[in-house]
């Protein structure tokens, strides 16, 4: 809508020679670099665009980049000397046929291409010429994750790649809207070796202390077929990097000593601690995960180290210490969100510093080269510089996604509703959903944690002292304020905040991390209320059917009682064969809890059996503060959510509109419905809810 459109960088001496751009037929606005505008091959330049005299960051760029305390948009001149590649197809089937198709071009000096090298899953391919470009068959390759590798070569030395272009073979393509992510916190999960335990002692409680959860024990888990059961796709693991040996006090007054048994405090880029499993224990579980067709997310941290990490005691430089979150005066949480410390002893890392820069995203590249992983869960984005997130990706689409597939990342910004951010330079987010969004799109984030939403959601669903009035008003603001297309994921229980079932149940000990002789003399303990459970119940039909991704915390699925950090973070109950991998903390699920974790059984089977409830069109059709029914629509599907949070409810009628025509069938809960003219009558006991399903 702009009437005149320029664009300045760091190569027109910005405000002094900004570039005009060029009006095209449809209203776009085109502007054609080259080595002759300043640009230097294989350099990343900073630029803005100024529209109608605003100056503002182009958010498709591809890469961002800071001149003093401002960040911009930024573009990479390609070193156009070496040869090229275009992959023109990469298309297999759930059968394991089909072919990958590129074609290879030499650089602009001429050079003749003298190896085009290709391997499948590590093991060279032959290939042949067709109609000018290379092509490789594939045929009956097994379910689950394979990847081509390709290299260029001509004969000056020139060199496009390693490139690697990953695909899967599934009997149904899948889509992360399908999924449900899981939490999968190691320490804390399944014991698989014990010989790899490393529990302190005394200073440390138990609580804070290494329990002996690894990979080992969670493959264990994924090979019983556990959390397909859960509808659960993708598996979130928590920080697998070696951390530091001994204890370290907390953030408060130092009184608590902790380990480092959570994963944040990493003293190595690369080595997997030998406690989680070590990199045979990572391998195993991602390719078993694969062969189930179940995606592996890392827990990514861009924030900090440990100052015992290798990059700070060889690059001191690359880092800031200069004060404390929270603690050191004019050292807010907002005040200085991108260089203040989570603690005296982790250095902030300082994404200004090229050197830091490039490591820290080699690294991520590492982990996906090596071990295939499937993308990122990233960690304190808000508190990192932008460029982290954008230049990561660049480096991910150059090197993993050229054949079509995607990196996934999600980010982690915690903000409420009513934050707000301004950078000084002109980005400005009015609200915490403006914030989130700032990151998210192709050159960025697939999606965030959705942080305002769960602030809304959490208190309200699962104590049901909200009304399904408010409930319906948050997830509608979500809807409108964010892209459709981003891969937000909501949440009402994570490993930063007290247990769903506490806060379900209002235990008194719900905010509570230690023993004591006040107010915590006991932690908070597993219901046997049943109301508690009809929440719990209600609260995750909600969650399972909303849009977005749905996040399951390790444990919140059998009622798993705790309060705040550490007390949040408690062993893993097991029962049958996998009483064996069982920490020594465990227990015996009661009736009760395993009631809870039939209940998301049955969730997702009705997610997995019918696609309006995970990818379709959300319509609210009746809001009450106590009845509560919306429809998720797929073309001719229709599905329909009850929730009751009040007595019993006989006969209602519900009102279809343009929806109405045919007979609904009971999907899961104990509901009754039936077709009604224009609309529906819906039965349900107190407390409980249901959903109804016709195509």
């Not at 405000?15 to 037929?25: E, F, I, L, S, V």
């Not at 000397?81 to 759930?94: H, K, N, Q, R, Y």
């Not at 996906?368 to 304190?380: L, N, T």
């Not at 991998?581 to 009705?606: F, K, N, R, Y």
Request: net charge negative; glycine share 12%.
């Amino acid at each position: 809508g702009a009437n005149a459109v320029q664009l300045a960088g760091d190569f027109t001496g910005w405000a002094d020679a900004p570039r005009p751009m060029q009006r095209g037929a449809n209203g776009e606005f085109t502007l054609t670099l080259g080595p002759a505008d300043g640009l230097q091959p294989g350099t990343v330049h900073a630029y803005k665009i100024i529209a109608d005299g605003q100056w503002r960051i182009h958010q498709d760029a591809p890469y961002r980049k800071y001149d003093g305390d401002c960040v911009n948009s930024a573009l990479r001149l390609p070193d156009c000397e070496t040869p090229e590649f275009e992959v023109e197809a990469l298309t297999v089937d759930g059968g394991g046929d089909g072919r990958l198709r590129l074609r290879p071009m030499t650089g602009a000096s001429g050079a003749a291409l003298t190896e085009i090298a290709i391997s499948l899953d590590g093991e060279p391919v032959a290939w042949s010429v067709v109609d000018g470009a290379v092509e490789v068959p594939v045929r009956g390759a097994a379910p689950g994750k394979h990847r081509f590798t390709v290299t260029v070569t001509d004969a000056d030395g020139g060199q496009v790649g390693p490139s690697h272009l990953p695909f899967w073979v599934e009997a149904q393509p899948f889509d992360w809207r399908d999924s449900v992510l899981y939490l999968l916190f190691l320490d804390r999960f399944a014991n698989g070796d014990p010989t790899n335990d490393g529990t302190l002692g005394a200073p440390v409680e138990y609580a804070a202390d290494w329990h002996g959860g690894d990979l080992q024990g969670a493959l264990a888990v994924l090979e019983s077929g556990y959390f397909e059961r859960l509808g659960v796709q993708t598996i979130w693991l928590s920080p697998i990097n070696a951390q530091i040996d001994g204890d370290w006090p907390d953030r408060g007054d130092g009184s608590q000593r902790y380990a480092s048994y959570h994963g944040y405090w990493p003293i190595s880029g690369r080595e997997i601690d030998a406690r989680y499993g070590g990199n045979a224990g990572l391998r195993a579980f991602i390719e078993a995960a694969h062969r189930r067709g179940i995606r592996v997310l890392l827990d990514l941290i861009n924030n900090q180290v440990h100052e015992e990490h290798e990059y700070y005691l060889s690059h001191p430089e690359w880092f800031r210490t200069a004060c404390v979150c929270g603690q050191d005066p004019g050292c807010g949480w907002s005040e200085r969100p991108l260089d203040c410390l989570f603690a005296a002893y982790l250095p902030d890392i300082n994404w200004r510093n090229a050197g830091a820069e490039a490591q820290f995203i080699a690294d991520a590249l590492y982990w996906i080269e090596e071990f295939d992983v499937d993308g990122f869960r990233v960690d304190a984005v808000k508190h990192v510089e932008t460029t982290s997130v954008y230049n990561l990706r660049a480096a991910i689409a150059e090197r993993f996604e050229r054949g079509g597939h995607r990196v996934v990342m999600l980010g982690e910004t915690a903000v409420g509703e009513g934050d707000r951010y301004a950078d000084g330079c002109g980005e400005v987010y009015d609200d915490g959903y403006a914030w989130i969004s700032a990151y998210t799109g192709v050159t960025g984030l697939d999606g965030q944690f959705d942080f305002p939403s769960h602030h809304r959601l959490q208190w309200g669903v699962l104590t049901g002292n909200a009304g399904y009035d408010d409930i319906e008003g948050t997830i509608a603001r979500y809807e409108s304020r964010y892209s459709p297309n981003a891969l937000h994921v909501q949440f009402l229980g994570s490993h930063d905040s007290s247990r769903m079932a506490s806060r379900a149940a209002q235990d008194p000990a719900q905010d509570c991390r230690w023993p004591d002789n006040g107010a915590c003399a006991q932690l908070a303990q597993a219901s046997g209320d049943d109301a508690v459970y009809a929440r719990l119940r209600r609260a995750f039909t909600l969650l399972l059917t909303i849009p977005g991704m749905p996040l399951l915390y390790y444990g919140d699925e059998i009622g798993l009682a705790g309060g705040n950090d550490p007390d949040s973070r408690r062993d893993m109950w097991w029962t049958g064969p996998l009483q064996a991998v069982e920490l020594p903390d465990g227990g015996e699920p009661s009736a009760q809890q395993v009631g809870l974790q039939t209940w998301i059984e049955a969730l997702a089977a009705a997610r997995r059996d019918w696609p309006s409830l995970t990818r379709g069109d959300r319509a609210p059709l009746l809001v009450t503060p106590d009845l509560y029914v919306y429809a998720r629509t797929l073309g001719a599907e229709v599905s329909l959510v009850v929730l009751n949070r009040g007595g019993d409810v006989a006969d209602r009628l519900v009102p279809l509109g343009a929806l109405a025509g045919g007979d609904f069938a009971p999907v899961a809960g104990g509901g009754q419905i039936r077709t009604d003219g224009t609309g529906v009558r819906i039965s349900i006991p107190a407390g409980e809810s249901a959903i109804f399903s016709r195509r």
